[in-house]
């Protein structure tokens, strides 16, 4: 079964930026749509931000736009969440999932949590403060 290891996180600094990975050794992740969730203590899990399997379609909240880019490099067959202009509200437990249904597609909005993905990592933390 697919499994994803998430890396990256970290203690930050407001405006700091942090690069997040997402990897799922001896699978070939570009058969799937994998997006990026958040979940700070006492809150719901929020999508964050997906990317299509062929990279063509990418989506973020509001609150990361302009800020985050995600990116996918299939050469590593590795996932990115390029994170600048950090935040204290970006503080959260960061997790990627990866799915091949059509409700965890990324082609016009970020699936919620509860969408049919495959897997789920076990989340990587960030931590933004002065």
């Known amino acids: 079964q697919l499994q994803l290891v998430e890396s990256g996180g970290g203690l930050v600094q407001p405006g700091g930026s942090l690069r997040l990975s997402c990897a799922a050794p001896g699978f070939t992740l570009r058969y799937y749509a994998i997006h990026w969730f958040r979940q700070a203590p006492g809150k719901e899990r929020e999508g964050v931000s997906c990317i299509s399997n062929s990279g063509g379609s990418t989506n973020y909240a509001d609150s990361v736009k302009g800020r985050f880019t995600i990116s996918r490099d299939n050469a590593k067959n590795t996932v990115y969440l390029q994170m600048n202009s950090l935040k204290p509200e970006d503080t959260a437990l960061y997790y990627c999932?990866?799915?091949?249904?059509?409700?965890?597609?990324?082609?016009?909005?970020?699936?919620?949590?509860?969408?049919?993905?495959?897997?789920w990592g076990q989340g990587t933390q960030v931590t933004v403060s002065s």
């Open positions: 999932a990866a799915g091949r249904t059509i409700q965890a597609m990324c082609i016009n909005k970020i699936p919620p949590p509860s969408a049919d993905f495959g897997s």
